[in-house]
């Protein structure tokens, strides 16, 4: 169960972040109350949620997932791929070092947390455009420390591991085509997002309910199979720039 989240609001110059979306330009009042109803949707599932201020000179610091890994016991602060977001962990070492001791990646490690995946004991990291071997050499020596497994995944598609693979429970994960019957998470039954709704599968578990985006309507009936309670957020302006339900929040 998680208690808390770190959250982040997009900050007057989000439109500058990164994206490789064709959409239109992202409106930042929506995003704002985008972000509102997220917060309010951690809370209502039993989460204290820290709000931090807009980070100037970083527009993709909204997307607080990628500056670091939580697990019970520990953060590690991480080393962002992109080097326009690699300072914008420095504002985030304050805020996570009230709750876990700190570990690091160091250069020339890079990883984002939008490629790592934790299921229990076990964690997926991916190797992407963002999160190189050496970084993801790291994470795993360190996971190693705290009794937790690691299995490296090639990240082809997509742009982080989350946006095409997530644990959904019921030993289920909700994945993209492009990650189906990947040898690494065969013993899992998976969930494959119909054709066009590929972005549904950054879908988001949290204290056992499944929060997914806005109008994946073909992916919601499948996940119905589950049983778990299921709630929508509309995130049309954190898509615009790559990012979704994951990618928003650091949760422990
Ligand atoms: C970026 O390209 O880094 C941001 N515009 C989006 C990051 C999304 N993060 C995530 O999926 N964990």
């Given at each position: 169960m998680f208690s808390h989240a770190i959250t982040r609001i997009p900050g007057p110059d989000y439109s500058k972040g990164l994206t490789t979306s064709t959409l239109p330009a992202p409106d930042l009042e929506l995003a704002l109350r985008q972000h509102g109803a997220y917060v309010r949707c951690l809370e209502s599932l039993g989460l204290t949620v820290e709000v931090l201020p807009a980070a100037p000179g970083f527009p993709d610091a909204c997307f607080v997932e990628d500056t670091a890994v939580v697990t019970r016991e520990i953060a590690v602060i991480s080393r962002p791929g992109a080097p326009s977001r690699?300072?914008?962990i420095l504002s985030m070492i304050g805020p996570l070092s009230a709750h876990r001791p700190l570990a690091r990646i160091e250069d020339p490690g890079t990883l984002d947390g939008g490629d790592i995946l934790q299921v229990e004991k076990r964690f997926f990291i991916g190797v992407s455009d963002r999160t190189?071997?050496?970084?993801a050499r790291q994470l795993a020596a360190i996971?190693?420390?705290?009794g937790y497994e690691s299995s490296i995944i090639k990240v082809a598609?997509?742009?982080h591991l989350k946006s095409?693979?997530?644990f959904v429970g019921e030993n289920t994960m909700l994945v993209t085509r492009d990650f189906a019957g990947h040898?690494?998470?065969s013993n899992f039954r998976q969930i494959i997002c119909p054709e066009g709704e590929e972005y549904?599968?950054?879908t988001l578990l949290v204290n056992g309910t499944l929060i997914m985006p806005t109008g994946y309507p073909?992916?919601?009936v499948l996940l119905e199979s589950l049983s778990l309670p299921i709630v929508e957020l509309d995130t049309s302006e954190y898509r615009k720039m790559d990012g979704g339900l994951t990618c928003l929040s650091l949760r422990l």
């Open positions: 690699r300072d914008e190189n071997e050496e970084g996971l190693a420390g705290h598609a997509g742009l095409s693979l997530n040898p690494t998470i549904a599968a950054n073909r992916t919601r």
